[in-house]
């Protein structure tokens, strides 16, 4: 539904959580090193993988992608020095 193009957050309707734009929009870029074997080896809760390495995790499925990878558990990777219109980051911020 997002007509193969980025949308301001909050256009779409939230998830179950009330977060926005979690999935779909854009690829996420994860502060994680890429490594194929990471969850084989890492702590299995809230896993963070600091080692330098080529590649950064992507997450979250862009707007060019099928159903089946619109999914935050959709795990991918990339250059950092790579810029795509489906690449993002999300800024959170505390409430007041």
Not at 2 to 16: A, D, L, Y
Not at 18 to 47: A, F, H
Not at 68 to 79: E, G, I, P, Q
């Amino acid at each position: 539904n997002s007509g193969r193009e980025t949308h301001e957050v909050g256009e779409k309707v939230p998830n179950e959580l009330g977060i926005y734009d979690m999935s779909g929009n854009v690829y996420e870029w994860c502060c994680d090193w890429y490594y194929s074997r990471y969850y084989s080896k890492s702590l299995t809760t809230n896993p963070y993988n600091s080692t330098a390495g080529s590649f950064r995790v992507l997450r979250g499925g862009g707007w060019g992608n099928d159903a089946t990878n619109m999914r935050v558990a959709n795990r991918l990777y990339s250059s950092p020095t790579i810029a795509y219109g489906y690449l993002g980051f999300r800024i959170a911020r505390m409430a007041p």
